[in-house]
Each structure stands twice: as C-alpha cells, then as structure tokens.
C-alpha cells in the first residue's frame, strides 16, 4: 500500500519510534526533594516579559516565571463576519482561549481542551473585558489566544499522596491539598499579565493594564492537627506568587488571584478557593486580597517596563527611518 | 459575554437609575438582601441515593441526581490527588436543548460542550463553553467547602470505604429549562440539597480488608454523606451583584444585565445559628449595561468587603432554612 511505501521525500525518523536518554544525577540516589525557595514570602518570583515576539499577529507576548512560560497572540480588533446568523456588536467582542501545550505538564494533556482550559479562558476574559474600551471597536472582534508552554509541575513526587498500608483512610499530605488551586492560580496570574502586555502591543485601546497576582495563606500544620483552623488563625503567613511545595511545615489554608488595575485601584476578576472568612467575619479574605494585589502591583512594574519598552522599540525606529524616508524613497521604489 | 436580555438599552438605564437610589428599589419592590422564594424537595427519585428539585420563578426548574458507585483505587499504595479528585464527577446538562453541557468536573479531564453552547455570544467560539464551566464551579466549592483544604476534613475522606476501595460520586444536574446562563443559586442550591439527602449503604465488611466490601440492604441503618445533626454542611454558592453603592443578593436576569460587578461567593454553614464560612469567591459575569460610560471596570476593595459581608450576613439564615427542609422533608417519608 502507499501508506506503507517509505517516503523518500523526508528524512524519516525510525518506525518504532525513539525513546530520550534518561541521564541520571550522579549525586541523587533518592527521591529528589522539591526545592525549596529561598525568596521572601512577600516577594514575586522574576518575571520575564517581552512584546512584539511573533510578527504575524497584532501584538504578542510572551512571558516567563520560573518554570512557567506562556505566549499570547492577540488577533485583531477584525470585522466580524458579514453572515445573517450574527447579531450586530455595538462593542467589540472579545474572545480569549487559554491551552497547555500537551508537553506542557507531566500529565500529557490531549489537543482538545479540557474543562479546567476552558475556565481558565473564561476567567482570564473576565479579567480583560472591563479593561478594554470596547465601545471603540464596534462590530469587530478581538481575539486573546494563550498557549501554556511550560508549567510549574515537579513530578510525581508532588503528584502522589503516599497512603500508609493497613490504614482505612488515605492519609493526604496536608501540603498536597490545594495544589491545583495554587499551580493555576499561577498560571491563571500570568495569562492576566501577559494578555494585558500583548493588548498594549496590539495598540488597543485600554481604561487600564491589568496585572495578576496570587497569594496564598498558610498556617502552621502543627498548630493544626486537632484543633479547628479557627484556633490557627494567628500564625498566619501569606506568601505571593506561592510556588508549588508549600514552606516547610505549613498547610495552606486559601488560595487568591486576582487581575488588578493599579491605576483604577479595581479588581477586574477575582478567584478566591479555600476556607478565607471564619464566622461570618470577613478581614481574613481582606487580608488575603490585599496580599493579592501586592503581588498584582509588583507584576504592574514589569508590566509597565514592558509596554514602555515597546513604546521606546517602536519610537527608536521610527526615529531612525523618519529622516531616511525621504533620500530611501526612491531606493526602495527602484529596488 | 453576559446573559442576553430583551431589555433596551433606555430600560436598562432606567433600571440601573432605580437600583443605584439610596434606598435602591427594585423590580420586584424586594429588599436588597431578600431572596425570591422557591419550591424545593428532595429525595424522590427512588434510583438514587440522594436527589432534589428545585424551581425558581425566573431560572427555572432542575433535577439533580446523585449516584454513588463502589470503585476500586486506581492504585493500592498510592493515589494520586488527581486520582482522588476523580472521585466526583459533576455534570450538568440541559434538558431539551439541542446542545447538551457536560463540562465534566475540574480533575475529571473529560471533554464535553459547555452549557454555554447555545447562548448568543455572537459566534466567539473559544468563549462560548467557558459558561458550562458551572460543572467546574460547582466542584471546586464542593471540595473547598466543608472544611477547607487546610482544616483536614474533606468530603473525599467521607468516600473512603476501606484500603483500597471508595465510593465514587455522580452529581447529575439537569437545568429542565433551557437556558445559556444557569443562575447560580439554581445549580448549587439543588446541589447542595441533594448532597444533603445522599445515604450511602452501610458497610457490612471490616474496613480493613482488601477484598470487595459489601453492604447491608437495609436502607434504615444506610449512612448519611453529610451527618444531618453535626457540621461542616454541604456548601452552597450565592451570585451577588452591586449597582453603585448598592448590593443585592439573589438578583434578577435584569439586575445582572444592569450591575456594575458581581461575585459567586461559596459559604458554608458552620453552627446552629446561621453562621458561615467562606469557602469560595468568584467574579461573575454582569452586564455593565445602564451605566455611564467608563465610570467602574472592577471591583473596588471596599465594595468587595461590602459584597461579601452582605452575602454572609443575610445569607445564613437562608442556608439554615433551606438544610431545616431538607430534614423535614427526609423525615416525613
């Protein structure tokens, strides 16, 4: 059959697939211990930002934090299509779509996005949408597309729970619980950022950047094994932009990101999960929050570094080819 | 996008003026903190172990079913948090709709459309099943709620049978109405009824064996899910909206239309008198539509702490009452 015949054309890769070399560490004999960080609880990890990366869309970003790395097209502000299934747009519709790359975590993840993308995406609109002026924009559609290159995932050490044989009960990890909340939440942050960045890149107009942050509560996992977490609110500790394993003998108790506009002093879209308020009280949530938009602001230096140095980028050029244009015209049009 | 509404934009206005009023009156002349009343029982589907139906004037009416079956650990020595959150699985989907939603739950990794699949956002594909995200919601509260992450009860451990064997959870939710934007309230208060009337068989077996547990038939001597005298309850997520100064809890399809901001917030009862924890807090998607121009694109910090403490204030006693039919209803049959 022709599907069987060898394609010449191509440099083939064997049949029977490769498999990578696996190098070992020479030092580790055991399991690898996460790391732990050494940074301050209220400082962010480094952020890289940069704009203007893919030239075949409006704007772009990408960002890195850690072990993160995303990269966002944004496509438009383009005519909707001029069928009779679609209703007028006074204001500018705004769709955002957020995908891991399956090589993105330890887990493969499919081609199809799963329900956990797709409210990601959905969150990340909520961010975005109040912030740009979509009213400018009438019949026209703007595109936020975020594609997860990489993601902080550490393995099956973080993955697994060891249940202790002969026990009826599966004895979680306290520091295990939460993770997902904490490893989105990170990765939801960044998505606010970067789409924000690429947004200015596209020149779309905005009331505001919108920057994300993420903290965390923790409380002390002694102070916590039988007694109410009522009793271990005083020793509490929030950590920004937490990082997958939790500090070294906490429990984390609640988790909150937020899109923040540092200029308004508004939150565009707010996602807190864990237990914040306790008896109808709700400082411990202010506390939280405002932990939150400490992160959002630190990320708002960046975010502003960023846009301007894409301001400057564009103004440098056009500052150089501005004299040229006259005596270049010509060259140009002959060559 | 938000939930379409026939309202024009100088109705909308109008409505926007008439809510931002120190004191705010609304449509329906309700206070800012009163709930429009509802018809809920539960329990009645004899296939199930717990099942509720909930009608709402505006959102409707929905089923919810809850199945649970006994499962094997997909491993003995180790199971993985993705595993366990595998546990439960919510869907919800429409009834009558030539789009079914089944956004399957957050660690579920199942595929499925959105509920949103048929609303009138215009064509924006990559949005549209952002809404079904209700399955996703309606999970998160569930295992953040009662207790919390870091408070060390989870409802997983409830499931637990014996090494090696757990029950796993299928919560159905069956919006008999077809609509693109489910209330919130709708979803989670069924849910959160129907959790509370879900018995499990009693195991008959030792807890500690491997083998295969079995169960009496006996369904008077069947466990609860939830302990109906003790706490955390099955939590429940309340949508807030607010309008200038002015914040209202249960709002109307046209108040979303005509708010400025809105949250989802998750509590959950913690003692007899109604008090609540938050489990859970959400943005929500509003209309913005009325107001002036450029005037709020968020939520302020102070509008926030009014938000939620308004939510649980009020709500408690809501909760409480919504848990004391529940009971009612159980013992009467």
């Known amino acids: 059959m022709a599907a069987k015949a060898p394609d010449r054309r191509r440099n083939n890769p064997p049949s029977h697939g490769t498999t990578p070399p696996v190098f070992l560490s020479s030092a580790s004999s055991g399991a690898v211990k996460p790391k732990q960080s050494s940074r301050p609880p209220n400082e962010i990890r480094k952020i890289f930002l940069r704009t203007g990366l893919i030239s075949s869309v409006t704007g772009s970003s990408f960002l890195e934090i850690a072990p993160l790395k995303l990269s966002i097209s944004v496509l438009g502000p383009r005519p909707l299509p001029r069928t009779s299934s679609t209703p007028f747009a006074a204001q500018a519709i705004l769709t955002t779509e957020v995908k891991f790359a399956p090589f993105a975590s330890t887990v493969r993840r499919g081609y199809v996005r799963d329900s956990s993308e797709r409210d990601l995406g959905s969150r990340l609109y909520q961010a975005l949408v109040g912030a740009i002026r979509r009213e400018l924009y009438p019949k026209s559609r703007i595109e936020v597309v975020v594609t997860i290159l990489d993601s902080e995932d550490e393995g099956d050490d973080v993955n697994t729970v060891y249940m202790e044989e002969g026990k009826t009960t599966v004895e979680t990890k306290f520091w295990d619980a939460g993770r997902s909340e904490r490893a989105l939440g990170v990765v939801l942050a960044g998505c606010i950022t970067a789409a924000s960045a690429a947004l200015a890149d596209a020149g779309i107009e905005m009331f505001d950047l919108v920057s994300g942050g993420v903290a965390t509560s923790f409380v002390d996992e002694v102070g916590l094994k039988g007694k109410g977490v009522g009793d271990a609110v005083s020793n509490k500790l929030y950590v920004r932009d937490p990082a997958i394993a939790p500090p070294e003998g906490k429990v984390p108790l609640a988790t909150c990101v937020l899109g923040y506009m540092a200029a308004r002093d508004e939150i565009s879209e707010l996602w807190i999960s864990g237990k914040v308020g306790t008896k109808n009280g709700t400082a411990e949530m202010d506390e939280l929050v405002d932990e939150a938009i400490a992160a959002a602001r630190s990320a708002r230096g960046v975010l502003n570094e960023a846009a301007k140095e894409r301001v400057q980028f564009i103004v440098d050029k056009t500052g150089t080819t501005e004299p040229l244009k006259e005596e270049s015209t010509d060259v140009q049009m002959t060559g | ?333």
């Open chain 2, 1 to 333: 996008m938000p939930p379409p509404t026939p309202l024009s934009p100088p109705e909308l206005s109008y409505l926007y003026t008439s809510l931002s009023l120190t004191p705010p009156i609304r449509l329906d002349l309700r206070q800012p903190s009163q709930f429009r009343p509802i018809i809920a029982e539960c329990s009645f589907l004899p296939h199930c172990n717990g099942s509720s139906r909930i009608c709402m004037t505006e959102a409707g009416e929905c089923i919810v079913g809850i199945k649970a079956e006994v499962e094997k650990d997909a491993t003995t020595k180790y199971a993985t948090v993705i595993e366990r959150e595998k546990w439960i699985e919510v869907s919800v989907e429409v009834a009558g709709g030539g789009v079914a939603g089944a956004g399957s739950g957050s660690g579920g990794g199942g595929g499925g459309v959105g509920i949103g699949g048929i609303s009138g956002a215009g064509g924006a594909t990559g949005r549209d099943e952002g809404d079904g995200g209700a399955a996703v919601w309606l999970k998160e509260g569930l295992l953040a709620g009662g207790g919390g992450a870091g408070a060390g009860w989870s409802i997983l451990d409830r499931l637990v049978i014996s090494s090696g064997w757990h029950w796993k959870l299928y919560i159905d939710v069956l919006l008999l109405t077809p609509t693109s934007h489910p209330s919130p309230l709708l979803l989670s208060t069924a849910v959160n009824m129907a959790l509370s009337s879900t018995y499990l068989p009693k195991l008959t077996s030792p807890h500690d064996i491997d083998d295969i547990p079995t169960f009496s038939d006996d369904w008077a001597i069947s466990t609860p899910l939830y302990e109906p005298t003790s706490f955390p309850k099955p939590p429940i997520s309340l949508p807030v909206v607010a309008v200038g100064d002015n914040v209202f809890l249960d709002p109307s399809v046209a108040e979303v239309a005509a708010a400025e901001a809105g949250l989802v917030i998750t509590l959950s009862l913690v003692d007899e008198e109604g008090s609540c924890d938050v489990v859970g807090v959400r943005s929500m998607e509003v209309g913005r539509a009325g107001g002036k121009e450029g005037e709020r694109k968020g939520i302020g910090r102070k509008l926030l702490r009014e938000m939620v403490g308004a939510c649980v204030k009020e709500a408690g006693e809501v909760i409480k009452g919504l848990g004391e039919t529940t009971q009612k209803q159980m013992f009467r049959a």
